[in-house]
């Protein structure tokens, strides 16, 4: 089982900032896609971002041109930068990983971190 670790939650003012890292073990081979996803109270899983294998960047309309995504392959890690806050931003945020095992590639989950933005 791989377990991915997330970190970086916590409270912060509306617009501040927070960077949520999230990283899968070092003996993992290789990592395609690598997203962020959040979850608030009472609402469904989105789709905050994600980057592929070869760079190619999606993000919500919500938080486009105040989040920034980015991948350190050498590390297995992705990083979710976010600035501008907002209250509506409050959620648990969750990390997932496409990583190869043995022919395919499995999707996997951080356990999630709670980021909460203050008005």
């Known amino acids: 089982q791989v377990q991915l670790v997330e970190s970086g939650g916590g409270l912060v003012q509306a617009g501040g900032p927070l960077r949520l890292p999230c990283a899968a073990p070092?003996?993992?081979?290789?990592?395609?896609?690598m997203a962020w996803y959040r979850q608030a109270p009472g609402k469904q899983r989105e789709l905050v971002a994600s980057?592929?294998?070869?760079?190619?960047?999606n993000y919500a309309d919500s938080v486009k041109g105040r989040f920034t995504i980015s991948r350190d392959d050498g590390k297995n890690t992705a990083y979710l930068q976010m600035n501008g806050l907002k209250p509506e931003d409050t959620a648990v945020y969750l990390c997932?990983?496409?990583?190869?095992?043995?022919?395919?590639?499995?999707?996997?989950w951080g356990q999630g971190t709670q980021v909460t933005v203050s008005s």
């Open positions: 070092g003996t993992i081979l290789r990592v395609n896609t």
């Open positions: 980057i592929a294998g070869d760079g190619k960047i």
């Open positions: 997932n990983f496409y990583i190869l095992r043995t022919l395919t590639f499995t999707p996997y």
